[in-house]
């Protein structure tokens, strides 16, 4: 990218494609929904999530002695919904994909009465201290004249139910206004 923000779709491109072989990272959303996305929130194309990356699933067992960690069965997602679990693979580096389903310890919660002034990093900090942010959408509010229209979206990790998570995060105070933490509601199609 240079200093006018022009991206070398060529060299984007040389960038993502081994990334995706390998099956690190896939898309979310094509050409076309992403650019629904940004006339739907009014947000910029850059700020809309096109791309995500495959986790790979942690092993909890350690060998001590060499920190090399134990071969262990990976679930993956069928087509039916459901999850199964298959032997693991010989590479160290071996994913699943299974980001499209919330894990146990997620929760999406909807963020309201933020200040106008306040940014993403401002939430992401605060959110920090009380819970894990995995993903933040401040839907941006320059059509306005706001840095943001006084309300984001959050995905957080906490081991405890949806309504503790709120509970903790309910009236925290970010530039002088109480937030208002609800429990975020499917989007309804249009």
């Given at each position: 990218?240079?200093?006018?923000?022009?991206?070398?779709?060529?060299?984007?491109?040389?960038?993502?494609?081994?990334?995706?072989?390998?099956?690190?990272?896939?898309?979310?959303?094509?050409?076309?929904?992403?650019?629904?996305?940004?006339r739907?929130?009014?947000?910029?194309?850059?700020e809309?999530?096109?791309?995500?990356?495959?986790?790979?699933?942690?092993?909890?067992?350690?060998?001590?002695?060499r920190?090399?960690?134990?071969?262990?069965?990976?679930?993956?997602?069928?087509?039916?919904?459901?999850?199964a679990?298959?032997?693991?693979?010989?590479?160290?580096?071996?994913?699943?994909?299974?980001?499209?389903?919330q894990?146990?310890?997620?929760?999406?919660?909807?963020?309201?009465n933020?200040?106008?002034?306040?940014?993403r990093?401002d939430?992401?900090?605060?959110?920090?201290?009380?819970?894990?942010?995995?993903?933040?959408q401040v839907?941006?509010?320059?059509?306005?004249?706001?840095?943001?229209?006084?309300?984001?979206?959050?995905?957080?990790?906490?081991?405890?139910?949806?309504?503790?998570?709120?509970?903790?995060?309910?009236?925290?105070?970010?530039r002088?206004?109480?937030?208002?933490?609800?429990?975020?509601?499917?989007?309804?199609?249009?």
């Amino acid at each position: 990218m240079d200093r006018l923000g022009i991206v070398d779709t060529d060299e984007v491109r040389e960038i993502l494609t081994p990334l995706v072989n390998r099956g690190l990272i896939r898309r979310v959303l094509s050409h076309a929904k992403a650019h629904n996305e940004t006339r739907r929130l009014r947000i910029p194309k850059r700020e809309v999530k096109v791309w995500e990356v495959v986790m790979p699933i942690p092993s909890p067992s350690v060998l001590p002695e060499r920190g090399v960690p134990h071969k262990q069965p990976q679930q993956v997602l069928h087509p039916g919904g459901h999850t199964a679990t298959e032997p693991a693979s010989t590479s160290p580096t071996a994913a699943s994909v299974v980001d499209d389903v919330q894990s146990a310890a997620s929760h999406q919660i909807y963020l309201g009465n933020l200040h106008y002034s306040a940014e993403r990093e401002d939430l992401t900090d605060l959110l920090s201290n009380h819970c894990e942010v995995i993903s933040l959408q401040v839907p941006a509010g320059l059509g306005y004249g706001n840095k943001n229209r006084g309300f984001a979206f959050a995905t957080v990790g906490y081991e405890g139910t949806m309504e503790v998570v709120i509970s903790k995060l309910d009236g925290l105070e970010l530039r002088g206004r109480r937030l208002l933490v609800r429990r975020q509601l499917p989007k309804i199609p249009r």
